[in-house]
Each structure stands twice: as C-alpha cells, then as structure tokens.
C-alpha cells in the first residue's frame, strides 16, 4: 500500500521541479523583454530610469531566489520520498523512522538555501545571521527545552536502534506494536486498539521490552489440572493441541512442564512461539480454547480451588472387589494365579498395592533386596541389564505380565533393571500374601520355578540344554520352599 504512494508521491514532486525549472528557463529567455514591457515609458530624468531599471532588477532576483528555493523544497521532498519511501522500504522490508526522514529534510533545506542565497547575495555574510540567531536559538532553546531533549533522545535512542517499526514493545505498563517513531514520540497501538504517544526522553528513561517482529518470541499460557490426572498424558494433550493452533510456530514444538505442586492441582504451563507476535492475545486465547477441548475428549479435569475430604469406611479387599480398578480382572489373567478360586483372588488383589510410574522411571533397581513382586496393570516395562554402564533391553514385559518374582521368592537380590516404558501402572504383591497363596496351592511353586528358570537362560544369554533346565527348575524349587519355611 505504502510503498506506491510514496512512489506517486516522488514523481509528483519531480513533475512540479520540472515545472518550476520551466518557469525559470522561460523567465532567463524573456527577461529581456518583460524589462521593455515593464520600464517603457518616460523618465523624468536618467537617474529616475536608473532606479527603475534597479528596481526591476531587484525584483527579478527575489522571484528567481525564490523559485530557485521552491525547487530546492520540492526537490529535497522528491528524494525524501524516494530514499525512505520506496528504496528504505524496499532493502529493510519497513518503513523509515519518521525522525530520520525529517533530520534528512532540515539538513538538506539548510544547506540548499544557504548554497542558493549565496548564489544570489554573495556580500551578504550569512555568519553574523547565524552569530545573531545564536541569542534567539538559546531563548527559543529555553522555551523548547523539553520538546529538544525528546528530539536529542529520540536521536540517541535511534543510534541505539532499541526497536523498530512493527515491533511489539512493552514501556511502563503499556504494550503495543511500535507505528512509527516521530520526532518527538513513539506511536505505540495497545491491543485495545489505543495509540499511546510515549516521548522520547521517558521512553529512554524506562526499561523497555522489546518482542523483536522477525525473531520468535515465547509466550506461556498457565494452567491448573486435578491431581488425579496424570501428567504424562496431560503433556502429550496439551501439546498436541497447542501445535496444531492458528499461528503457532511449527518450527519448535510447544513445551508443557508442571510449574508448581499447588493447593488445588497441578499447575502447569505450556510454552510456545507465535508466528506472528502482535497477535499473542488471540493465539493465547486460542490456545485455552484448544486445551479446554482436548481435556473435554481426554477426560481430564481443570482444577480449581477445592479441599477432597477421603473417607475410608471398607476395607481393602472389598474396595478392590467393588471400585472398578479392575485388580481382580487382572490378576485373575495373570498365568500363575489361574489355579486361584475367585475368593483367593480377590483376597490378593485386596492385599496388593498400585503404584504408578512415569516413562522412564524405574521400578525395580538390580542388587537391591526385594519382598515383593509386580503385575503390569497398564503400560509396559522393560527388563535392563547393565552392559559396560549402557542399558540393553532383556525383555518387554505388557499388561497381565509380571516382574520381580526372582527376588521375591528365592531371597537373592534383584537380578535386573525394571524401568518403565511409558506411563505404567504396577500392582505390588508382598512376601506375606504369596506365602498364604502357597499354603493352599502347592503347584503355584512348581511354575513359578520354571518361569525363574526361564527367565535366567534369558538374562545370561547363553544357550542350555532341557536336562540342565530341569536341574535348574529343580534347585529353585528347593530354593523356593526354604525361603518360605516348607522344608
Ligand atoms: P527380580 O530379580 O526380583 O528383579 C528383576 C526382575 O526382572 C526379575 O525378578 C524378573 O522378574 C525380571 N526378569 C529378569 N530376567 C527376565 C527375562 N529374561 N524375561 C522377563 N523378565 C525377566
């Protein structure tokens, strides 16, 4: 839009220069005969004719002097234009400060009249005008004082180029997107569409921050969840909704990180980069609204100030029996525990414990004591083992699958790292209620043995024989029942 006008604008400027050295080539052609139109007539004496011809003369000089400063103005108006219009624009890609345009403009009307009034009055010495005009400059400086030291911070403030036009700048409690830098003042637009005119001199007085318009700035947006929502899948949410907004940078993905453990909930905060900065306050909106919807499919709640007041009134057992967990459901899938009656199983899925883990947490470290094993209830795990300080994956255990069974029930510490994959729910069963579980179910230890049995071949890694297998499955069985006091 602007960049033709201004083009226009140096055209028309050039079109009424050319007009002007018309008037002037046509004044030097016929100025011979405007003199005889002019003086014609009859003197009462040759000094009277003298005079006349000096007047004419006199006037002459006055009309050319000031079509010649009319051309200077237009001209010097002309490559304004040109200069800060279109060829600044062009290379920058936005327009020229106001300020520097018009420092250009005196500059250039100084030195043209000064050069052209030269020209017409050479004995004039414009060096006492200037001595003269100093008195008045210091009176006139007095009175402008505060109008010159926003000019002089202005100029300062644009040698320490802090910002430009286009960018969003925050001044005092004001922020904004920079319209222009005048003379005197930044034009500042506020979001509410507001122009606030901050001078230079409290501009340069504050601290100011400045949003650069070609650099991607951050913004965060706050949020609180319940604490029952879990953090590893209000992340993957949070972030897949936010990147997919209007004017989110797709160059780097939205970071979500739980600020603080608050009173009411977690509380959270997601990190982006808008494309556009003046545009935060719709994108951040924006990005509320997307959150709001994705938890609405996701099933997670926002948190707001609440007290939960948790009664306790049955027991465990029953809680497991009746609260929907699902914890007999699974256990009750698990191999080992399919000899169980349904009572037995309910009585173990009372007895064990829920412990959720995030990706990348571990569960079960090797060379720690253990008294208890686990059931993969959601997620999944695998099975480490340490080679040269670097973890190399055994196995993958999933749902309905269990872990730490070695430990548990030969006395020897852990024989491997257990970590989880990805947000992993676990149910723990101790010493004491396997021991029950054996009392009433003898087979239970012969499987057991032959899964520790397997399970060793898989740690070691090196290929046995079926013989050796049975010798082995043999030994853990002994082992088995020492550890739980049956022999
Ligand atoms: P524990 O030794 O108590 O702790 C580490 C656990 O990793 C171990 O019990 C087993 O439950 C499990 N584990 C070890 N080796 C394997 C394997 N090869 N396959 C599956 N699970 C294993």
Redesign the pocket.
Known sequence: MTRPRSKNRALFFLFVAAFVVLVLYLLHTFEGSLKDTFLHGTYSSPAAEAQAGESFRMVMNIVRLVLWMSLAIVVVRALASLIFGTIFRRRRGYEAPSLIRNIFSIVAYIASFVIIFKQFYPEVGLGALFTTSAVLGAIIGLALQDTLGNFFAGISLHADKPFQVGDVVTVGTRTGVVESITWRAVKIRTFANHIVLASHSSVSKEAIEVCPRDNLNARLVYFNTLYTDSPAKTIHIVREAVREADNVSPKITPIVRIRNLGESGLEWEVKYWPIDYAKYNDTDALVRQRVWYAFRRAGIEFAFPTRTLHVERKSKADAAQTDGSGFIERLSAVDIFAPLSTEETARLAGASISHIFAPGETV?R?G?E?AS??VVHSGRVS?Q?SDNGKPRT??V?NEG????????F?G???????VAVEETEVLEIGHQAMKHLFDTNPDLVDSLSHI?A??????TAKPQSAENGEVESEGIISAIKRFFGFD
């Open positions: 079960i090797a720690d253990g094993m686990f099975v083992l055994v196995a255990l699958d269990f872990f730490g069974e070695m430990a548990l030969t020897e510490p852990r024989a491997a790292n257990v520790i397997e399970r060793r071949v898989g740690l």
